[in-house]
Nanobody
């Protein structure tokens, strides 16, 4: 069983930055990738970015280039650096993990992401005020 725990969310003013982290525990072999998704109030869950075990990244092209995904210093950790945050970035941000092809397809929108598919964290709230 894989457990994912996010941290780093909060409230910031427009133009501010936040650094989200996700720590995974449990066994994930090299087939698995990790990813960030978000869900804004009243909107569907959407992919942000994914990172494979070898560090390769995939971004949802609808996401701003103000977001950068990376591996953390510790094993099985992932980071999302968000700069120049805007009110439209307000959302619950989720960490997810699944087999690489599956998670990438959900991040890019080729497949519909669902909290019932793959492993998910509890989410961390990001609120950006103007």
């Amino acid at each position: 069983q894989v457990r994912l725990v996010e941290s780093g969310g909060g409230s910031v003013q427009s133009g501010g930055s936040l650094r989200l982290s996700c720590v995974a525990s449990g066994y994930m072999d090299s087939r698995y990738s990790m990813a960030w998704f978000r869900q804004a109030p009243g909107k569907e869950l959407e992919g942000v970015a994914a990172i494979d075990s070898d560090g390769s990244t995939t971004y949802n092209k609808e996401m701003p280039d103000r977001f950068t995904i990376s591996r953390g210093d510790a094993e099985n950790t992932m980071v999302l650096q968000m700069n120049s945050l805007q009110p439209e970035d307000t959302a619950m941000y989720y960490c997810a993990a699944d087999v690489a092809g599956m998670i990438r397809s959900r991040v890019t929108g080729w497949a519909t992401p669902s909290l019932s598919k793959g492993y998910w964290g509890q989410g961390t709230q990001v609120t950006v005020s103007s």
